[in-house]
C-alpha cells in the first residue's frame, strides 16, 4: 500500500511563511504527478499548484508569484513553499500524487490526509 504523509502546516499571522512536505512511502516506482490543493468547508477542494513529471508547473491565479511547489524524486517528496500568505489562504491543504506501482504498470491516484493551514492575526 502507497500512503502520502502531509506536514507543515499550522497558524501563521497574515503576510507569513509555511512550507508543506508530501512524501509517499510503500511501493513505488515511479511518480508521474504531483500537486497540491485546499478546501475550506462548504467549498469544492480546488487546485493550488502541481508539477509534471517533466517539472512543468501549474499554479492558480490566486497563489502565483507567492506560492512555489518543488519535488525530489529521490525522497518522493513533494513541497510547496508558501510566502506573504493571506487570511483566504486559510484552508485544508492536500496533497496528490498519481503513481506507477511497477515499470508498465497502472497509475494510481493517491490523497495525502490533509493539514491545516490558518492565516490570521
Known amino acids: 500500500q502507497v500512503q502520502l504523509v502531509e506536514s507543515g502546516g499550522g497558524l501563521v499571522q497574515p503576510g507569513g511563511s509555511l512550507r508543506l512536505s508530501c512524501t509517499a512511502s510503500?511501493?513505488?516506482?515511479?511518480?508521474?504527478?504531483m500537486g497540491w490543493y485546499r478546501q475550506t468547508p462548504g467549498k469544492q477542494r480546488e487546485l493550488v499548484a502541481d508539477?509534471?513529471?517533466?517539472?512543468?508547473?501549474n499554479y492558480a491565479d490566486s497563489v502565483r508569484g507567492r506560492f512555489a511547489i518543488s519535488r525530489d524524486n529521490a525522497k518522493n517528496s513533494v513541497y510547496l513553499q508558501m510566502n506573504n500568505l493571506k487570511p483566504e489562504d486559510t484552508a485544508v491543504y492536500y496533497c496528490?500524487?498519481?503513481?506507477?506501482?511497477?515499470?508498465?504498470?497502472?497509475?494510481?491516484?493517491?490523497w495525502g490526509q490533509g493539514t491545516q493551514v490558518t492565516v490570521s492575526t
Open positions: 508539477i509534471t513529471s517533466g517539472a512543468s508547473t
Open positions: 510503500g511501493s513505488v516506482f515511479s511518480i508521474d504527478y
Open positions: 496528490k500524487m498519481i503513481i506507477r506501482r511497477l515499470q508498465q504498470g497502472f497509475q494510481y491516484q493517491y
